[in-house]
């Protein structure tokens, strides 16, 4: 069993920053994918940014050149620096690992969430 505890939250104006931090309970640079998702109200959960273990990212359109996503290796944890937010980035954000294990068992771990609110 994996653990996920999301951290970082909070309300911001529009054009600030958050960074968002998922702690695991074991090293996520086994964790074959790692990602962030959101929820906003009335909607469904949606990918945000996600990453590999060899490194490689994805970012969805609507936050290229806005957020990075990247694995802390130092202080296992996974980040999520989120800047220019808007209004429409208000949700609740997840922290997501997902993949096999050696014996070819597939796991997908959630964390909590974290709210995050951009609003002036």
């Known amino acids: 069993q994996v653990q996920l505890v999301e951290s970082g939250g909070g309300l911001v104006q529009p054009g600030g920053s958050l960074r968002l931090s998922c702690a695991a309970s074991?090293?996520?640079?086994?964790?074959?994918?790692m990602g962030w998702y959101r929820q906003a109200p009335g909607k469904e959960r949606e990918l945000v940014a996600s990453?590999?273990?060899?490194?490689?990212?994805n970012h969805v359109d609507s936050v290229k050149g806005r957020f990075t996503i990247s694995r802390d290796i130092a202080k296992n944890a996974l980040t999520l620096q989120m800047n220019g937010l808007k209004p429409e980035d208000t949700a609740i954000y997840y922290c997501?690992?997902?993949?096999?294990?050696?014996?070819?068992?597939?796991?997908?771990?959630w964390g909590q969430g974290t709210q995050v609110t951009v609003s002036s």
């Open positions: 074991v090293s996520i640079a086994s964790l074959n994918v």
């Open positions: 997501n690992a997902a993949g096999f294990t050696a014996s070819n068992k597939r796991y997908n771990y």
């Open positions: 990453t590999l273990k060899d490194g490689s990212t």
